[in-house]
C-alpha cells in the first residue's frame, strides 16, 4: 500500500512539473505566447476555453485568412484574436480582422504596431485548465505551492531512494526484516 501511494504521489508530482515546463518553460524558449480564448468570436476554428500558440510574426509576412493576436485600437489594454480578411499596405501597413462568428469585420483597421502574434495552434477546453491554474500561481504562495514544492519533493523523494540503493547496511536491514515476516506468515499458515 506504502508503494502505491509512494508512486502515485511521484505521478501526480511529476504531472505538476510536466505542466509547468509546458505551460511556462515552452512558450519561453519558443518566443511565444499561450492564450485562452474568452470570447466566442472565433468558433468553431477557437472555441470558448480553447489554449492558443501564439508565435511573434513580422506584420509583413500576414496575410489574408490568418489568425493574429492584436491589441484593438479601440481597448488598447485587450487582446483580440481574429482572422485577417484584408491587408492594407499604403499607406500604412495594416489589416481589416473579423471573428468568423461575427456578421460584419471589425469597425476599425489594426495598424500593423498593434499586431502581438499569429495563432499557430489551439488545443480545445485546454484554457480552462490554464486559467484555473493561473488564478492560483499568480503570487509568491501559489508558485511556490504549484511548483516549487512538487520539485522540492521530487528530488528529496529521489535523494531518499537514492541514499537508501547506495547503503549496504540499509538494505541488508530492509532484506532481513522481510525474511523475518516471511517466516512470520509461515508460522502461521
Known amino acids: 500500500m506504502r508503494r502505491v501511494v509512494k508512486w502515485s504521489t511521484i505521478i501526480l508530482l511529476g504531472l505538476l512539473v510536466v505542466i509547468a515546463i509546458v505551460f511556462v518553460l515552452l512558450p519561453a524558449v519558443f518566443a511565444s505566447r499561450l492564450g485562452v480564448v474568452y470570447s466566442g468570436s472565433m468558433e468553431p476554428a477557437m472555441p470558448v476555453g480553447a489554449i492558443v500558440w501564439m508565435e511573434p510574426v513580422d506584420p509583413a509576412q500576414i496575410k489574408v485568412g490568418d489568425i493574429i493576436a492584436f491589441n484593438p485600437p479601440w481597448d488598447p489594454d485587450a487582446t483580440v484574436s481574429h482572422r485577417v480578411i484584408e491587408v492594407i499596405e ?67 523523494s529521489a535523494m531518499r531512494d537514492m541514499n ?15 525474511m523475518m515476516e516471511r517466516r512470520k506468515r509461515s508460522k502461521f499458515h
Do not use: C, W
Open 90 to 156: 499604403a499607406p500604412t501597413l495594416g489589416f481589416y480582422t473579423k471573428g468568423d462568428v461575427n456578421e460584419d469585420p471589425d469597425f476599425d483597421t489594426v495598424p500593423a504596431d498593434n499586431v502581438l502574434a499569429r495563432v499557430s495552434f489551439n488545443i480545445h477546453n485546454l484554457g480552462y485548465v490554464l486559467g484555473y491554474i493561473r488564478q492560483y500561481t499568480r503570487g509568491p504562495l501559489g508558485f511556490t505551492l504549484s511548483i516549487a514544492l512538487p520539485t522540492v519533493l521530487l528530488i528529496g
Open 164 to 178: 537508501f540503493m547506495l547503503s549496504p547496511a540499509k538494505r541488508r536491514a530492509r532484506q532481513l526484516k522481510k
